[in-house]
């Protein structure tokens, strides 16, 4: 082997350029070596050009935001070549690798994988560079798998047809998640959500269409609810007594003898701090949940679910 064939073949690989100070924005020249790359300007745009064999590795320090243009492997354009850019926030530290093609930004977790976003914090790609895609839970609560929690299951391939939603019966994930499926659960996309009225062998029948007849894929989950309230309340010549949601505030016979003097004129528990006065719901002042929601909400703050595409 000639002297010519060790540097290429055996000692190139180990040879790291020293580090690149980068203050405004530029593009590189095509990359021999793995290199450190320091971007010190601030929104500076450094455009990587290719490397020249696979497995060349670049690490990028920001101290400020910066963007990285490149040319990458997008996933929503079926495997592609194309050119991607990752914002990143100061002091992000990324790695990219030529894989022959393309750069992978090899630093990000792998594509697939998902991170919670909390108000106040930065997106995900600002952090590990590499592409990522906002989840559309539609708003939906998130609830850890057991006890009365629905069963955990895969997305379903589907076609849609108006309200009929008819499952792929040839993938076993989407028939393994259809045996889950109970009328009245959700059947969810994007940020639409449907309720599921009927299920006649792999066909689900929905209570109003998707606004989109292109949906291939539907999340299962599972619908707001409450128990019934219940209770009774008994006339006697002396009063009104109540039962459970009828129970008196005070625990006395309901108005007493003011009931025998003016029928209907009452008051009652209705649930959980409402009254009802001469027949009529009403909140009480110790209260402030009713009546502020069309649904069962508890406290809350939302967060962003983003899942690395690329």
């Known amino acids: 082997m000639s002297t ?49 064999s696979p497995g060349i590795e670049i690490q990028i320090m920001c101290l400020n935001p910066a963007r990285i243009r ?47 976003q909390f108000p106040g914090t930065p997106e995900p790609y600002r952090i590990y560079g590499g592409q990522w895609a906002q989840l559309k839970l539609a708003g939906m609560f998130l609830r850890a798998s057991g006890g009365d929690a629905r069963p955990f299951t895969n997305p379903m391939k589907v076609t849609v047809n108006d309200t009929s939603i008819v499952v792929d019966s040839d993938d076993s994930e989407s028939v393994s998640s259809l045996t889950t499926l109970a009328v009245n659960d959700l059947l969810i996309c994007d940020e639409e959500y ?31 609810g409450l128990p019934n309230i219940t209770g009774r309340i008994t006339s006697t010549n002396t009063g009104f007594y109540g039962t459970g949601a009828f129970k008196s505030i005070d625990g006395s016979v309901l108005a007493g003898t003011d009931v025998v003097n003016n029928p209907g004129s009452f008051e009652f528990n209705a649930s959980l701090g409402e009254t009802k006065t001469n027949g009529t719901l009403k909140k ?27």
């Not at 590189?28 to 490397?51: H, K, Q």
């Not at 066909?203 to 606004?211: A, G, H, L, V, Y």
């Not at 009480?284 to 690329?310: L, P």
């Open 4 to 52: 010519q064939q060790v540097v290429e073949n055996i000692a190139m690989p180990f040879i790291k350029q020293r580090s690149i100070l980068v203050e405004e924005s530029a593009t590189t020249s095509v990359i021999e070596f793995d290199a450190g790359i320091m971007v010190s300007g601030n929104n500076v745009t450094l455009t990587l050009d290719r490397g020249v």
């Open 70 to 116: 490149y040319t990458g492997i997008s996933k929503n354009s079926e495997g592609l070549q194309n050119t991607l850019t990752d914002e990143l926030n100061a002091f992000a530290l990324t790695n990219y690798i030529w894989t022959g093609t393309a750069w992978f930004c090899s630093s990000a977790p792998g594509i697939g994988a998902v991170k919670e």
């Open 194 to 224: 449907r309720t599921v009225t009927a299920i006649d062998g792999n066909t689900i029948t929905i209570d109003e269409p998707f606004s989109s007849p292109y949906i291939t894929n539907v999340i299962i989950g599972q619908n707001a």
């Open 284 to 310: 009480t002042s110790d209260y402030h949940v009713y009546g502020k929601s069309d649904t069962v909400i508890t406290q809350n703050i939302t967060v962003r679910y983003w899942k690395r595409v690329s």
